[in-house]
């Protein structure tokens, strides 16, 4: 009996425990692992979700809403819907103009018009000159009335008359050459010759006839029609203040 049971134990296999150097590798990662889950604690993070990021660098998620700003497929969806996403978009660096402007050319300041008075008119001087040609210097005043708006005043008269000296001599005034220089063009004409062209001019202005009283003021028109003959009317009273009325009453 004792005999098989020695057999029985020298026959069985004898199992020897695992080498010391084997089971060193294991303990030390169970120690490390367990060092780890003390010092950091266990994870908040849903499994598959990034580590928070330290202050100071830049997160995966702002760097992908910088993509998706910029037109990466690769964006993701809680980026792209950031508010503050398309800031990130760099603008153009040429504005772009105004609708109907041109690029590169500058519309010129148009210079401001100015109202200034238009140039009196030229006023004969005293006397009556039997050398000129009326009708020219009548053409003449119907052109330039047409043109700037004034009105003609023929004067007809004689060197010899005194009442046409009066009349030149209110004429000379400043208050009267400022009236006429305005609205007028004059044209004086001799009739105290023998100046049958001159007389025939007269009679055309003045068609009533009869006997003249010099001088024979008639206001034209530009298109030249009489608007006033004082030998139909009567002359105005020869001084600045009659004068002065009259052609005040037919500048207009």
Same mark, same amino acid.
């Given at each position: 009996m004792l005999r098989s049971v @020695?057999?029985? @134990?020298? %026959?069985?296999?004898? @199992?020897?425990?695992a080498p010391l150097g084997a089971r060193l590798p294991l303990v030390a990662a169970a120690v490390v692992a367990a060092g780890l889950t003390?010092?950091?604690? !266990? /994870?908040?993070q849903p499994a598959g979700s990034a580590a928070p990021s330290a202050p100071g660098q830049s997160s995966p998620a702002l760097a992908s809403g910088t993509l998706s700003a910029t037109g990466s497929p690769e964006a993701s969806p809680t980026a792209s819907a950031s508010p503050s996403a398309?800031? %990130?978009v760099l603008p153009s660096s040429s504005p772009t103009p105004p609708t109907g402007a041109r690029s590169g050319s500058? %519309? !010129?300041a148009k210079p401001p018009r100015t109202s *200034? *008075?238009?140039e009196p008119a030229k006023i004969p001087g005293p006397g009556?000159?039997?050398?000129?040609?009326?009708?020219?210097? $009548?053409?003449?005043? #119907? @052109?330039a009335a047409k043109a700037d708006g004034r009105t003609v005043l023929l004067d007809f008269g004689a060197n010899w +008359? =005194?009442? +046409?000296?009066?009349?030149?001599?209110?004429? =000379?005034? /400043?208050?009267? *050459?400022? $009236? #006429? =220089?305005?609205s007028y063009h004059l044209v004086k004409v001799d009739i105290g010759g023998n100046s049958s062209a001159n007389s025939a001019l007269l009679r055309k202005y003045s068609p009533s006839g009869g006997t003249y009283t010099m001088p024979v003021l008639v206001v034209v028109s !530009? /298109? &030249?029609?009489?608007? %006033?003959?004082?030998?139909?009317? &009567?002359n105005p009273s020869l001084t600045s203040e009659g004068i002065n009325a009259f052609l005040r009453q037919w500048a207009s």
């Open positions: @020695r057999a029985d @134990r020298r %026959t069985s296999p004898h @199992r020897s425990p003390a010092a950091c604690g !266990p /994870s908040s398309s800031a %990130t500058a %519309t !010129p *200034a *008075a238009p009556y000159d039997s050398s000129a040609d009326a009708q020219k210097q $009548i053409d003449a005043a #119907l @052109r +008359c =005194g009442n +046409c000296k009066a009349a030149d001599k209110v004429f =000379g005034q /400043s208050q009267t *050459a400022a $009236i #006429l =220089g305005a !530009p /298109s &030249g029609t009489v608007r %006033t003959d004082t030998h139909v009317t &009567g």
